[in-house]
T-cell receptor, first 113, second 117 residues
Framework: GQQLNQSPQSMFIQEGEDVSMNCTSS?????WLWYKQDPGEGPVLLIA?????ELTSNGRLTAQFGITRKDSFLNISASIPSDVGIYFC?????????????FGEGTQLTVNP | ETGVTQSPTHLIKTRGQQVTLRCSSQ?????VSWYQQALGQGPQFIFQ???????GRGNFPPRFSGLQFPNYSSELNVNALELDDSALYLC????????????????FGNGTRLTVT
């Protein structure tokens, strides 16, 4: 099935460093979402973006919806050990009276104390 | 905690068997989606149910089927299991209601880990 191109695949950083990851697609999406998944759990929504060009923050997290509607990035500032996990971007189109998400392959983040 | 609960948490089946996975949606959520997440990959959309009818399907064969009940609980059934069906199966619910529907967020459960041997 269609996938979003998410990079990098993995990151190893020191506590306190900033992190940036991005997602690109050949198709347009109406909504971009960023999720975090911890081992043994389902994805948890971090940030939702609904308009092209939108820049949204959630604590130390900042995400932007690309102008072309084909890309998005997520920044994490001043990383801490609990930021460890897999981060997924997801795009959403509207399909009839519902919608479905197309996910990227994930970015595995490791934070060294 | 999202309020979406799935059962069982783990399951082992043999190739060719049938399996039923269950999901209890968050209270008030009328739309449920099912996703398959293979190891090391992002979730893949299987299908979605709205008001007890299938409303959107991903690239999965007919042996993947579902049900949504009036209380918004849901089942995913997979017939004739294959080894490649081994994955984490995620249920997600949302409240599709009026103008907020397009933007209402998906809430995921913790999934059922299915192993097919």
């Amino acid at each position: 099935g269609q996938q979003l191109n998410q990079s990098p695949q993995s990151m190893f950083i020191q506590e306190g460093e900033d992190v940036s990851m991005n997602c690109t697609s050949s198709s347009i999406f109406n909504t971009w979402l960023w999720y975090k998944q911890d081992p043994g759990e389902g994805p948890v929504l971090l940030i939702a973006l609904y308009k092209a060009g939108e820049l949204t923050s959630n604590g130390r997290l900042t995400a932007q919806f690309g102008i072309t509607r084909k890309d998005s990035f997520l920044n994490i500032s001043a990383s801490i050990p609990s930021d460890v996990g897999i981060y997924f971007c997801a795009g959403r189109r509207v399909l009839g009276s519902g919608s479905r998400l197309t996910f990227g392959e994930g970015t595995q983040l490791t934070v060294n104390p | 905690e999202t309020g979406v609960t799935q059962s069982p948490t783990h399951l082992i089946k043999t190739r060719g068997q049938q399996v039923t996975l269950r999901c209890s949606s968050q209270s008030g959520h009328n739309t449920v989606s099912w996703y398959q997440q293979a190891l090391g990959q992002g979730p893949q959309f299987i299908f979605q149910y709205y008001r007890e009818e299938e409303n959107g399907r991903g690239n999965f064969p007919p042996r993947f089927s579902g049900l949504q009940f009036p209380n918004y609980s849901s089942e995913l059934n997979v017939n004739a299991l294959e080894l490649d069906d081994s994955a984490l199966y995620l249920c997600a619910s949302r409240d599709w209601a009026g103008g907020a529907g397009y933007n209402s967020p998906l809430h995921f459960g913790n999934g059922t880990r299915l192993t097919v041997t």
